[in-house]
């Protein structure tokens, strides 16, 4: 029976501490979150600039409720498709230095609708190892054929490429890794996508708002332009602080997005007041490079009290700062002891990554405190030596 199947696949999650559990929240995001009626110093939150809670965002959603009402009605290319989305649209080509943006739903649709309508059955994608789910489904979507190369490895991508007789050729890979907070190479990857005829694109969820001296990402902080990278997508519910997603490139693909995109065209558009939030962050984002700035200086602070207490850091100089600790095991009972201890930082355990990679994915905002990060090193710093001691006594 399918359904037995589906109890001992749980059960089996459960003996691995792998099984996922949803927290209710009873508060708006910000550094300080509730869960029932306790408060908690919130560390795992993608909301880098502190935005999903801005008061200016808040007016401009309501103001285009008053106006559009809530439910968009329809796709875009029925009746969906409003002056907010289209001025939003207009606004991040601009932003991004592109032709046109075009709005999708979620970042893991645009993925999906990207990857199938650029390749088929014919053609090659490499991709890093360790990009986003969204991206590996978007390539088993296209049905094209592909070649995963490790992480970051510009060595082995040349090779794949070299190798490669088969359509043609895409290289996909995240600007900003989410779970790692590593940066891809991607002077070198244009590089190498330019001296094999291949076409480049950057899912930077991560990096735009946060990276870049006015917050164009991770192609602005390497100096890329639009030929050198000619497609990339971004998401609006990290460091935008709303909800949603677009692709910037050329006329010829949005307009082939508009066309054939599946998770495009038989979708609902987003609420409008969505948009409409999303053009007061985007504006925020670019007055406001205090809030970029804070966030270096708070990444700088952890980092070195980190290096002094010795603690698990990785490579990481962006606002993901994981702290590797091996099993899922480790990594929950840590997680669950931070929190009674009022922290909140989420385990992030196999599959999103791989097999004793367990890790505490911890994330900064600029509306957190240098002293904030202090009462967090403090923390760490006993329960990691509980745990050594646990490790002494051979438990
Ligand atoms: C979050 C994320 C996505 C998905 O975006 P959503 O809008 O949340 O669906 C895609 N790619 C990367 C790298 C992400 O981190």
Same mark, same amino acid.
């Given at each position: 029976m399918l359904f037995d199947r589906l109890r001992q696949q749980l059960q089996e999650r459960e003996q691995a501490h792998q099984y996922r559990r949803r927290r209710i929240m009873s508060s708006a995001q910000g550094v300080r979150v509730c869960i029932d009626d306790l408060e908690y110093l919130n560390f795992? =939150?993608?909301d880098y600039l502190a935005l999903a809670n801005h008061p200016e965002l808040k007016a401009a959603f309501k103001q285009a409720v008053d106006r559009? /009402?809530? /439910? =968009? /009605? =329809?796709a875009h290319l029925i009746n969906g498709h409003s002056h907010e989305h289209h001025a939003l649209e207009e606004e991040l080509a601009a932003f991004t230095g592109r032709q046109r943006a075009l709005l999708f739903s979620t970042g893991y649709m645009a993925n999906l609708g990207l990857v199938s309508t650029l390749l088929g059955r014919s053609d090659t994608l490499f991709e890093d190892r360790l990009n986003h789910a969204s991206l590996i489904d978007a390539g088993i979507l296209s049905r094209a054929r592909m070649q995963r190369y490790a992480h970051n490895d510009m060595t082995a991508l040349a090779e794949k490429l070299e190798q490669c007789d088969r359509g043609e050729k895409l290289i996909v890979s995240d600007g900003v890794f989410s779970m790692d907070g590593d940066l891809a190479p991607i002077i070198d990857m244009a590089h190498l996508a330019q001296a094999h005829d291949a076409l480049l694109m950057i899912d930077d969820a991560h990096g735009l708002g946060v990276l870049g001296r006015t917050g164009g990402g991770s192609l602005e902080q390497a100096g890329l332009d639009a030929v050198a990278v000619p497609i990339l997508m971004g998401t609006l519910g990290k460091a935008l602080g709303t909800f949603g997603a677009f692709v910037a490139g050329d006329e010829l693909l949005i307009e082939a997005l508009i066309n054939h995109a599946r998770s495009y065209v038989y979708t609902t558009a987003l609420p409008p007041a969505v948009a409409a939030a999303t053009r007061a962050s985007l504006r925020l984002l670019q007055t406001e490079s205090w809030r970029r700035q804070k966030l270096t200086a708070l990444v700088e602070h952890w980092k070195q009290g980190a290096g002094q207490l010795q603690l698990p850091l990785m490579d990481s100089d962006t606002a993901i700062q994981p702290l590797l600790l091996g099993s899922s095991e480790k990594a929950i009972r840590i997680s669950q002891q931070l929190e009674q201890r009022g922290f909140l930082i989420s385990a992030i355990r196999p599959p999103t990554v791989a097999k004793g990679q367990a890790r505490l994915r911890i994330t900064f905002s600029a509306e957190h405190e240098p002293e904030h990060i202090d009462r967090l090193l403090e923390a760490l710093d006993v329960l990691l030596g509980l745990e050594q001691n646990r490790d002494e006594a051979g438990e």
């Open positions: 795992c =939150s993608n559009y /009402g809530v /439910g =968009s /009605g =329809s």
